[in-house]
């Protein structure tokens, strides 16, 4: 069973407009949320993260959103980049025990000039 | 730079051949995992070590996976009687117990002929 999903496998974007990409999960228990960018041929990098206890986090042009009613989050990326062409992986673990993280299939992110 | 480091990067091996990898965490890190991705899917858990403590193995790892992490320094990964179905990118990360965020390598992609 997927219990993180990415539903869109790819977004195409201008450049400087916001970038917004989604994510659901179903297992109640995790309660605390990842962002990762991965370009070809390298390994996931760490973008931004988000508690639980949190509805908002805010780092430069990211922004992470939780909706924990709907199991829900989304990124938000403004003004778009170039630079910002990648895949995008939403993360979800439980705080404590082996914090293995559980991901989505991924969001292909393309940036237009 | 001290970020997680992987080798061999590529891997072509011959169905039933032997194969190990191996990843060098960052280096005040404590908890190092493995994870295999393959095409358009997500990273999936495979085990997790919480210094030499192999803690937690997902069923995924069949009996043909074998992970150490001897004095809690690097780790390998080895695949005896490799299959086709073991092609895939196979990930290395590492965090400090406390952080919920993962540090990936840039992965081993092993292609089985």
Known sequence: DQQVKQNSPSLSVQEGRISILNCDYTNSMFDYFLWYKKYPAEGPTFLISISSIKDKNEDGRFTVFLNKSAKHLSLHIVPSQPGDSA???????????AQKLVFGQGTRLTINP | DTGVSQNPRHKITKRGQNVTFRCDPISEHNRLYWYRQTLGQGPEFLTYFQ???QLEKSRLLSDRFSAERPKGSFSTLEIQRTEQGDSAMYLCASSLGTHNEQFFGPGTRLTVL
Do not use: I, R, S
Request: hydrophobic share 45%; with cysteine; proline share 0%.
């Open chain 1, 87 to 97: 895949v995008y992986f939403c993360a979800a673990t439980k705080f404590g025990g």
């Open chain 2, 51 to 53: 210094n030499e403590a």
